[in-house]
């Protein structure tokens, strides 16, 4: 079953505009979520994380809203820019962090594409 | 420039010939593991290594070994690679830190005939 999921495989966008990622969850027990960006041939990089505790985390034109009730995180990124095509990764990370190796547990990804 | 390395970074081999994939990084992590990434399910820990010869098995171990002797290195081995492992495969490292941020390697496209 999968913890993490990422419902839409793809996102067309303009230049300038808003791209909103959107990324659901079914475990409540993470304390920590984050954003990985990819680029073809290329190993996924960091974007943005947020703490369970917190509600919006902001960084630059890259702002992630979580919502614990609805299980629901989510990627704005204002303004939209050619460089940001790329497929986008939701992960999560484990309370019981040693217990579950360490790991984070990924969606299935969005590609984004933006279009100048 | 603080990196973790793998190679070969595209592979094409026979079922049954063993291969290594080996991964570097040059961070001094403690934390090391390593990923397989497929078509409609993200990725998913294959390994694991906390410290050195200090390793488990993450979700999807059947088919694969690893060995930590020295902290830069967690080599990742095939010993008869089968189609189903035909993959992406990512190492990664961490320090430790709240976030739980890993640093991931370029990658390595195995294609197992």
């Known amino acids: 079953d999968q913890q993490v999921k990422q419902n839409s495989p793809s996102l067309s966008v303009q230049e300038g505009r808003i791209s909103i990622l959107n990324c659901d969850y079914t475990n409540s027990m993470f304390d920590y979520f984050l954003w990985y960006k990819k680029y073809p041939a290329e190993g996924p990089t960091f974007l943005i994380s947020?703490?369970?505790?917190?509600d919006k985390n902001e960084d630059g034109r890259f702002t992630v809203f979580l919502n614990k009730s609805a299980k629901h995180l989510s990627l704005h990124i204002v303004p939209s820019q050619p460089g940001d095509s790329a497929v986008y990764f939701c992960a999560a990370s484990p309370t019981d962090y040693y217990n579950q190796g360490g790991k984070l547990i990924f969606g299935q990804g969005t590609e984004l594409s933006v279009k100048p | 420039e603080a990196q973790v390395t793998q190679n070969p970074r595209y592979l094409i081999t026979v079922t049954g010939k063993k291969l290594t994939v080996t991964c570097s990084q040059n961070?001094?992590?403690?934390?090391m593991s390593w990923y397989r990434q497929d078509p409609g399910l993200g990725l998913r820990q294959i390994y694991y290594s906390m410290n050195v010869e200090v390793t488990d098995k993450g979700d999807v171990p059947e088919g694969y070994k690893v060995s930590r002797k020295e902290k830069r290195n967690f080599p990742l081995i095939l010993e008869s690679p089968s189609p189903n492992q035909t993959s992406l495969y990512f190492c990664?490292?961490?320090?430790?830190?709240?976030?739980?941020?890993?640093?991931f390697g370029a990658g390595s496209r195995l294609t197992v005939l």
């Open positions: 990664a490292s961490r320090e430790y830190s709240g976030a739980n941020v890993l640093t």
């Open positions: 947020i703490s369970s505790i917190k």
């Open positions: 961070m001094n992590h403690e934390y």
